[in-house]
C-alpha cells in the first residue's frame, strides 16, 4: 500500500512539473502579447478601465479593495490616468462627500481598442482547440481555484 502512495505521489509531482512548464510558457506569452504599454496602458490601468466601464463608477476605496491594495496606491494610479483623460471624477449626488470614479469618452475608445487586440490575442491561443476541450480546461482550472480557494 506505502508503493502505491509513492507512486501516485510521483506521478502527481511529474505532472506538476509538466504543467507548471507548460502554464509558464503560456502565460510569459500572453502576457507579452498582453501588453499594451503601447497603447500606454498597463495591466492595472486596463483592469481600472475594464471595472468602471462594467460597473460604471467606484469610490477609491472600493477600487482598492477590488485591486487588493491601498488606497493611496489606487490614488496614484487614477491621478494617472485623469491627465491622460481616461477617467473623471464626480461627487455622488446622494453624498457630496462622497467622490466616484467614472471612466471617460476617451477611456471607453482606448478600452474598446485594448479589447479588440485582446480578443485576436485570443482566437490566436485559444482557436485551435475544440468548444469541448476548451469546456474542459475550463473546467479544470475552476475546479483547482475552488480546491484552492478553500
Known sequence: M???????????EHYFERLQEAHKIIFRKLKNEFDHR????TDTQFYILFSLAEKGSYTVSDLAEKLGVKPSAVTVMIDR??????????????DRRVVLIE?????NVLLEKVKAERKQVIKQFFGHLTPEEL????????????????
Not at 84 to 91: G, P
Open 135 to 150: 469546456e474542459s480546461l475550463v473546467a479544470i482550472y475552476e475546479k483547482l481555484a475552488n480546491t484552492v480557494h478553500k
Open 2 to 12: 506505502i508503493f502505491n502512495k509513492q507512486k501516485r505521489r510521483i506521478r502527481l
Open 38 to 41: 503601447n497603447l500606454g496602458l
Open 81 to 94: 490616468l485623469l491627465k491622460s483623460d481616461l477617467v473623471k471624477r464626480r461627487r455622488d449626488a446622494g
Open 103 to 107: 471612466i471617460s469618452d476617451e477611456g
